[in-house]
C-alpha cells in the first residue's frame, strides 16, 4: 500500500468485503472483518494514507472513489449484521423454549380467569346503565385514600381498613390503596359534574383469609353527582343492578350503616345465591350476603374536592367484585379463587 493507488484496489477491497460478508457465521467474525478493511490499519485507512503521494487530479478521482467505497462497505457490513443478530436471536428463543405440553397427553385451552371475567360482565352491566368506566393506581397517596375521603390522621374510621404503609416518602404518606375510592377523588378533581362513573381495581387489606374475606381483592365503585340525586335513587339503582346481573330471583336490602365518606350510610345485601335465603354456612344463616357499602356523598368530600355541596348532590356504592364472583357460582368459600385449582376453574 506504499505506492500509489488506482482505483481498481478499491474495487478489490469492495469486492472482498461482500464475500467476507457472505462467508461469516457471528457477529465476533464479521467485527474482525471490519476491522481488517475499516480499522485504524485496516485496507481502507491505509489507502487514505497514500493519497497523498498522489498528483492533485488522481489524488481528487482516487478519495471520492474511496468514500464511495468506504460507505458501501459499511453498509454491506451493517446489513449482514443485522441478519447475524436476528439469527442469533431466533436461535436463542429456540434454545429457550419450553415445552408445556402436558405429558398426559390432555391439552386445556387457557381462558380468562373467573375474577376477571366478572369484572367485565359487571363492566357491562354498568355501561348499559349509563355509567363510564374509569381507573386508578393501586399506589395511593395517604390524602387521596383517606383525607379526601373524610378520614383525617387519627381518625377512629381508620381502624375499618387494615391498611398496608409502603416504605416511601414521611411515615405513613402512601398505601396500597383499601378501596376504590380514591379514584372517585381523581375523577371529580379533573372532571367537573355531571359524573356517572363506576371504578372496578385491585385493592389490599391485612385481611384473614376466610370464606368470604381475601387480603387481595377486587372491588367496584360507583359515583354520581348531579343535580337532584337523592338517596330514592341510590337504592333503585342497586336493586337495578342486582336484579340484571344476578337475576330476577335475587334482589337487594339496605341496612342503616356508618361510612366517613357518605351520609347517610348503608350496607347493601342481596339474597344469598348458595341458600336463595333459606340460610347456609356462608350467609351465617341469615339468608342475606352483604355485598358492599352505599350512601349519599358527605359534603366534607365534595369540598376537598372543590365540589359545592349546596349546588350538587350524588351518591356512591362499592361492593367486592370476587364476592360478586363467588355469589354469582354459588362458590362457598372466596378462597377457591387463589388457589387456581383447574378442576375448579374448568367448572367456572
Known amino acids: 500500500m506504499n505506492e500509489p493507488v488506482g482505483l481498481g484496489a478499491l474495487d478489490s477491497v469492495l469486492s472482498r468485503a461482500r464475500t467476507a460478508a457472505e462467508e461469516v457465521t457471528t457477529a465476533a467474525e464479521l467485527q474482525r472483518v471490519e476491522t481488517e478493511l475499516l480499522g485504524k490499519h485496516g485496507e481502507l485507512t491505509l489507502v487514505q494514507r497514500s493519497l497523498g503521494s498522489l498528483d492533485p487530479e488522481q489524488r481528487r478521482h482516487t478519495g471520492r472513489r474511496l468514500n464511495e ?153 360507583g359515583l354520581v353527582v348531579d343535580h337532584g340525586i337523592s338517596f330514592a335513587e341510590l337504592a333503585g339503582t342497586i336493586e337495578t343492578f342486582t336484579t340484571a346481573y344476578f337475576g330476577q330471583d335475587i334482589h337487594s336490602r339496605l341496612r342503616p350503616s356508618y361510612f366517613p365518606f357518605t351520609e347517610p350510610s348503608a350496607e347493601f345485601e342481596i339474597t344469598c345465591t348458595i341458600c336463595k335465603g333459606a340460610g347456609c354456612r356462608t350467609c351465617s344463616n341469615t339468608g342475606w350476603i352483604e355485598l358492599g357499602g352505599c350512601g349519599m356523598v358527605d359534603p366534607a368530600v365534595f369540598q376537598a374536592v372543590g365540589i359545592d355541596p349546596e349546588v350538587w348532590t350524588g351518591f356512591a356504592f362499592g361492593f367486592g367484585i370476587d364476592r360478586c364472583a363467588q355469589m354469582r357460582h354459588e362458590l362457598p368459600d372466596m378462597r377457591v379463587l387463589l388457589e387456581n385449582d383447574v378442576r375448579i376453574l374448568e367448572q367456572l
Open 69 to 221: 467505497v468506504r460507505r458501501q462497505v459499511e453498509e454491506v457490513l451493517a446489513e449482514r449484521r443485522l441478519l447475524l443478530r436476528a439469527a442469533e436471536r431466533a436461535q436463542r428463543l429456540a434454545d429457550e423454549r419450553l415445552d408445556l405440553t402436558e405429558v398426559v397427553g390432555l391439552r386445556r385451552r387457557g381462558r380468562v380467569h373467573v375474577v376477571e371475567r366478572t369484572r367485565q360482565e359487571l363492566e357491562d352491566v354498568f355501561v348499559a346503565m349509563g355509567f363510564a368506566v374509569v381507573e386508578g393506581p393501586e399506589v395511593e397517596t395517604d390524602w387521596h385514600n383517606f383525607e379526601a375521603l373524610n378520614i383525617p390522621p387519627a381518625h377512629p374510621a381508620r381502624s375499618m381498613w387494615d391498611t398496608l404503609f409502603l416504605d416511601l416518602g414521611p411515615p405513613e404518606s402512601v398505601v396500597l390503596r383499601t378501596h376504590t375510592s380514591p379514584v372517585q377523588i381523581r375523577l371529580m378533581q379533573r372532571q367537573a359534574p355531571p359524573v356517572y362513573a363506576v371504578m372496578p381495581g385491585r385493592c389490599y387489606r391485612r385481611d384473614t383469609p376466610d370464606a368470604r374475606h381475601i387480603p387481595t381483592f377486587h372491588q367496584i365503585e
